[in-house]
């Protein structure tokens, strides 16, 4: 799974780990291509070998897919070349657009760089639209509009979304006092944010010894930003994260949250992070499906079954990719079908039930491969269910072409800064010093 804050680095890590246990099963990423494979031309068996640039792991080979294609379409060969890290996959993929040369037949596009590439890389891109068969109506909406430029050219289609919920330690609510039962727990923080600060006061008042309610405030700040449509960039393209009374008021709900020691004071996706999931150190987290891998892949096996999954306060989004088919490409229309193929409805619900990666296509939210899915660190929780809910409920949101480097800097450049003790002032003018630097770039 490919996963947003992705700021640079997180979009990375998250690629390289998202997996889901119990039946969804993804392996961390690697660079399980057909590396020799960087053409398009015949294997020397008369067949056409379509590629596919990828980063972390889509799970495409091991959901069985390239085999099931390739037997459907006797003539093809597939290959995939993995990078496995995005913030070395993107920047190269930019250069080849650049020079026009060097691409896959098949490029994939994380969330947070598809702005970029849709305003300033569409023309070297198919219109994806008017591949034979396609429906727009098979993804959500949001997510067909993210890849599709204003004067109506899609030239990617969506693969999976991070539709949010929340996590949470069921022995550790316990312990605090407070509901373990995910319907009672959804409604102690149903509807704001700051709800789940609150619930955070209480949960603190009698906690275990050594734990904190959130895992991180990069987490929290993700999550609640998650669930504005606009945040650093305006529908103009503006920048505006600074003058954006969402981002500020998610900033400093944030900021609260870590003065008073109700997150923990760790990065997300780092080292010392990850030993806070294996130790049991927090409580609750934000939680994408992509999210639950990472649980499972941190904790130890006694952790097993004692997390359960909660609807979060609002609807939100975290991660997601697309794939792309540049027109340069020596088997367009072959690479087309293909695409269209591994993002179809059936597809994407075998791909969600092997690999954990979830849909971005609501025909596939009733099919049991999804209601039916569960995961052995959350027991019986419906994730499938939770998840396809939140999903059809997120706000369609603004995506500009910097939001990794903004969303970085606020994270790991501001609110993390309030746990080390400076003042969410100060950590707020370092945050918009840093991002500001970065943005002159």
Not at 149 to 154: E, H, S
């Amino acid at each position: 799974m490919r996963a947003r804050t992705r700021t640079a680095r997180r979009v990375v890590v998250l690629a390289a780990v998202a997996s889901l246990g119990a039946g969804l099963l993804a392996g961390c990423a690697d660079d399980g291509g057909d590396d020799s494979s960087n053409g398009s031309s015949g294997d020397g068996k008369g067949k056409t070998t379509i590629t596919l640039g990828l980063f972390g792991t889509f799970g495409f080979k091991e959901a069985g897919l390239y085999a099931e294609y390739e037997k459907l379409n006797p003539n093809i060969k597939i290959a995939e070349n993995v990078t496995e890290r995005n913030e070395n996959y993107y920047p190269a993929l930019v250069n080849h657009l650049t020079t026009n040369s060097g691409l896959q037949d098949i490029q994939a596009v994380e969330v947070g760089n598809i702005a970029e590439v849709v305003a300033t890389q569409a023309n070297k891109f198919q219109d994806l639209s008017k591949v034979s068969g396609v429906k727009k109506s098979d993804w959500l909406d949001w997510k067909w509009a993210q890849a599709t430029t204003q004067d109506g050219k899609t030239i990617g289609f969506g693969t999976d979304v991070g539709p949010m919920a929340i996590c949470y330690r069921k022995d550790l609510f316990e312990a605090a006092g407070l509901p373990t039962d995910r319907t009672e727990v959804g409604k102690l923080w149903a509807g704001d944010w700051a709800k789940f600060v609150d619930v955070g006061e209480q949960y603190k008042a009698k906690a275990p010894k050594g734990t904190t309610f959130a895992d991180s405030p990069g987490g929290l700040l993700s999550a609640i930003l998650g669930s504005e449509s606009e945040r650093f960039y305006d529908s103009s393209g503006k920048v505006i994260y600074k003058t954006n009374p969402a981002v500020k008021a998610a900033f400093d709900l944030t900021a609260k949250a870590a003065q008073e020691g109700l997150v923990g004071n760790q990065t997300q996706f780092q080292p010392a992070w990850d030993t806070t999931i294996a130790n049991s150190k927090f409580a609750a987290m934000a939680c994408p499906p992509w999210m639950l891998g990472y649980i499972k892949g941190k904790s130890k096996p006694e952790s097993a079954g004692k997390w359960d999954v909660a609807v979060a306060p609002k609807s939100a989004n975290w991660g997601g990719s697309f794939l792309a088919v540049p027109s340069s490409g020596k088997n367009v229309k072959e690479a087309e079908k293909l695409a269209a193929w591994l993002t179809a409805p059936a597809q994407q619900a075998k791909l969600f039930k092997v690999q954990g990666s979830f849909p971005s296509a609501p025909g596939t939210y009733t099919l049991p491969e999804v209601t039916g899915a569960k995961n052995e660190m959350t027991g019986d929780a419906p994730i499938g269910t939770i998840f396809a809910e939140a999903a059809k409920a997120a706000p369609v949101q603004v995506i500009g072409p910097k939001d990794q480097i903004i969303g970085q800097g606020l994270a790991d450049n501001g609110v993390i800064l309030v746990t080390k003790g400076k003042s969410p002032e100060d950590a707020w003018e370092t945050a918009t010093k840093t991002i500001d630097n970065n943005l002159d770039k």
